[in-house]
T-cell receptor
Framework: DGGITQSPKYLFRKEGQNVTLSCEQN?????MYWYRQDPGQGLRLIYY???????QKGDIAEGYSVSREKKESFPLTVTSAQKNPTAFYLCASRPGTRSDSGANVLTFGAGSRLTVL | DAKTTQPPSMDCAEGRAANLPCNHSTISGNEYVYWYRQIHSQGPQYIIH???NNETNEMASLIITEDRKSSTLILPHATLRDTAVYYC??????????????FGQGTTLQVKP
């Protein structure tokens, strides 16, 4: 079945360490997104990519980095510069080449929960 | 993209219809209304979307007022598995849109036995 796979599901990190969250999709979607969710809050956009080898900052990009070397992969690195990295991270994708309203139907992964000790 | 307003929480009895309201008074003519839901500790799931006509699929119905300033998501026969946070989002539908959807705090629907 097609979908988005995020790994790891749970991750613990010591302060000062960088960690990379994996996001892989087999939906042949062009656009991919990373969101952050804090307890009781909505989702905030970190980075997004509409095409391979190109990506843009979202609303809270500081302390994060991404790459998009392959269409199916969009890893997120949480760097030591991120002051409060403990959160639930969600990856999503969409068929960006569509020109109708379906272009905004996002498919989400199951999420990765990062805890900084 | 237009901003939306939803009640923070609602209750519904199992087997009854759940009607979740959303206000989007500043919606533009080319903006669609999208609904997603998020079950605890999972990724959000797309439910339905519409422009101005009422829409129905296997999950829910979407009723949009004639002036398009508000809408209602209807779950016709709510089950305990429908307990989740429901997000109402307004966004343009064209692919030229970056796809940056704004997820607010949504409505927490609690379905009770």
């Amino acid at each position: 079945d097609g979908g988005i796979t995020q790994s790891p599901k749970y991750l613990f990190r010591k302060e000062g360490q960088n960690v990379t969250l994996s996001c892989e999709q087999n939906l042949n979607h062009d656009a991919m997104y990373w969101y952050r969710q804090d307890p009781g809050q909505g989702l905030r956009l970190i980075y997004y990519s509409q095409i391979v080898n190109d990506f843009q900052k979202g609303d809270i990009a500081e302390g994060y980095s991404v790459s998009r070397e392959k269409k199916e992969s969009f890893p997120l690195t949480v760097t030591s510069a991120q002051k409060n990295p403990t959160a639930f991270y969600l990856c999503a994708s969409r068929p960006g080449t569509r020109s109708d309203s379906g272009a905004n139907v996002l498919t989400f992964g199951a999420g990765s929960r990062l805890t900084v000790l | 993209d237009a901003k939306t307003t939803q009640p923070p929480s609602m209750d519904c009895a199992e087997g009854r219809a759940a009607n979740l309201p959303c206000n989007h008074s500043t919606i533009s003519g080319n903006e669609y209304v999208y609904w997603y839901r998020q079950i605890h500790s999972q990724g959000p799931q797309y439910i339905i979307h519409g422009l101005k006509n009422n829409e129905t699929n296997e999950m829910a119905s979407l009723i949009i007022t004639e002036d398009r300033k508000s809408s209602t998501l209807i779950l016709p026969h709510a089950t305990l598995r429908d307990t989740a946070v429901y997000y109402c989002i307004v966004s343009r539908g064209a692919s030229s849109n970056t796809g940056k959807l704004i997820f607010g705090q949504g409505t927490t629907l609690q379905v009770k036995p």
